[in-house]
């Protein structure tokens, strides 16, 4: 098993669920910027990672742009080097189109993950020899307005099926991977970790979300996480 029939198979999952308001649109990059988003499963998702780093869903100017999980414009064309088409959504939000590797906007937690990751690590390849991104959700949703709506705050009877289709796809991922760490990007990516993995033999852990609207990753994230990844015990 590939990690590409993993994420098809999600996808295909995903793709047959409906959701009610406030939601008012939904993603699904693993389909409309599926070359790009299996070119990164190609070139970085064959190897056996130390580390699985886990993010919750995309972010509007992330992977909703490129299929990257946290995938920052600049960081996947010019670090990773990828390329792939980007096509449009079935239903595309006015407020948060989708232009692919021509979007103009930059994702703050995007771009403070990878050029860490560039500074710390010099290459993507030398990088991706040791860690892996992922998110739990493929799915972005957002309500009319253009609003961001994170999958934990859907309604019991739209999360759970969700979830579930999440589940099996994270299982699938480690068990194919063998990493010795999920670390959760946040809190809502470690608590899915224990709750998914809790009979794996593999560690679970987290480090702090670069997101903006953190006041302490506002005030040096790279320094955090660092910190974050030797208090688990995981050298850099």
């Not at 047959?16 to 299996?38: C, D, I, K, M, W």
């Not at 493929?138 to 979830?163: H, I, Q, V, W, Y």
């Not at 990007?185 to 609207?213: M, Q, T």
Request: include cysteine; charged fraction near 25%; glycine fraction near 8%.
């Amino acid at each position: 098993m590939e990690l590409q029939h993993i994420s098809r198979r999600l996808s295909d999952a995903v793709d047959q669920l409906r959701f009610g308001a406030p939601v008012a649109t939904v993603y699904n990059p693993l389909v409309y910027a599926r070359s790009l988003h299996e070119d990164y499963l190609q070139r970085f998702g064959t190897g056996q990672p130390e580390v699985i780093l886990l993010g919750m869903n995309p972010g509007p100017w992330g992977m909703a742009q490129t299929g990257v999980p946290f995938g920052e414009v600049d960081a996947v064309s010019r670090w990773m080097g990828l390329k792939g088409e980007v096509c449009r959504p079935h239903r595309e939000h006015p407020k948060r189109p989708v232009q692919g590797l021509s979007c103009p906007r930059s994702e703050v937690s995007g771009r403070r993950l990878w050029s860490w990751a560039e500074q710390r690590y010099g290459s993507a390849e030398n990088f991706f020899v040791r860690f892996f991104a992922a998110n739990y959700c493929p799915l972005s949703f957002m309500e009319s307005g253009g609003r961001n709506r994170t999958p934990d705050k859907l309604p019991r009877a739209e999360r759970d099926p969700l979830f579930a289709a999440c589940d099996r796809a994270l299982v699938e991922t480690v068990e194919l991977l063998r990493p010795q760490w999920v670390v959760g990007i946040g809190a809502f990516a470690e608590n899915c970790a224990r709750r998914v993995l809790a009979k794996h033999e593999v560690r679970i852990g987290r480090i702090l979300h670069p997101s903006p609207a953190s006041p302490i990753a506002n005030r040096g994230w790279a320094e955090r996480a660092e910190q974050d990844f030797y208090n688990l015990g995981i050298e850099l």
